[in-house]
């Protein structure tokens, strides 16, 4: 089992910036994909991107390529963060954003919520106009 809690969500303005952290732990040793999803009220859950266990390899939504960047911090093989960096901010990136930790294929970067088992509570994130 993986423990996921986010931190960092707030309003700022248009144009501004924010940094969301999620600090992931589990009791045995493993290795999984972390990815940060966003929920908007009356939307689905979609993909914000993804990083895989290794670092190497990420994925992001067309919506923040070039805007967002993630990253991961293996502490140690039980205790890891995943950052979100949000730059450029705007108003249609108003949402819930949640962390998910898939555990079946570390080595990838999947996009869809279903592939990820384990989540965190999730963090408001509002952008004023």
């Known amino acids: 089992q993986v423990q996921l809690v986010e931190s960092g969500g707030g309003l700022v303005q248009a144009g501004g910036s924010l940094r969301l952290s999620c600090a992931a732990s589990?009791?045995?040793?493993?290795?999984?994909?972390l990815g940060w999803f966003r929920q908007a009220p009356g939307k689905e859950r979609e993909i914000v991107g993804t990083i895989n266990w290794s670092g190497s390899r990420t994925a992001y939504a067309d919506s923040v390529k070039g805007r967002f960047t993630i990253s991961r911090e293996n502490n140690n093989n039980n205790n890891n963060t995943v950052h979100l960096q949000m730059m450029r901010l705007k108003p249609d990136d108003t949402a819930v954003y949640y962390c998910a930790a898939d555990t079946t294929t570390p080595w990838a970067t999947p996009t869809h919520a279903s592939e990820y088992e384990y989540w965190g509570q999730g963090t408001q994130v509002t952008v004023s106009s």
């Open positions: 589990r009791r045995t040793f493993g290795t999984y994909t």
